[in-house]
């Protein structure tokens, strides 16, 4: 079984892109404190690196921003490339296939409502849900 579930903030904004055949692919990476904290008294915080597909891609781009508190649940991928130095290189990614949009961040610093786009699973005709409280 791989299955993961992650709730972190965004340590910048969404990147949108498309693949050749026009489906859009998103990317953006969360910090997640962990649970303890260490000998000097201090939470250290992991870093993932998040890939999302489709109508749920676009809506990450369009409503998440750089400190926005997401959660996200999907599947572990390790993949390889060669740079163009001809090193390998290792990667580790969620292939998201849920990211529930928590607390978004405003630019006055503060957090608004919570919200949640539809999963990958649909066809994207589903809309948006969003609550009354949301700051936008």
């Given amino acids: 079984m791989n299955r993961c579930i992650l709730i972190g903030n965004l340590t910048k904004d969404p990147e949108l892109r498309s693949t050749p055949n ?73 292939i998201a296939e849920e990211v529930q949009f928590l607390r978004s961040s405003n630019a006055d610093g503060s957090g608004g409502g919570s919200y949640s786009a539809p999963d990958s699973s649909n066809d994207g005709s589903q809309m948006l849900e969003i609550n009354e409280d949301m700051p936008f």
Avoid at 44 to 65: H, P, S
């Fill in 22 to 94: 026009g489906v859009s692919v998103c990317s953006f990476s969360i910090g997640v404190s962990r649970r303890f904290s260490n000998q000097n008294g201090e939470r250290e915080t992991d870093f993932f690196n998040i890939i999302v597909w489709r109508k749920q891609a676009e809506n990450a781009a369009k409503y998440l921003r750089k400190g926005s508190q997401v959660a996200v649940s999907g599947q572990i991928q390790n993949r390889s490339y060669d740079d163009k130095d001809g090193n390998k290189r290792y990667i580790t990614e969620i």
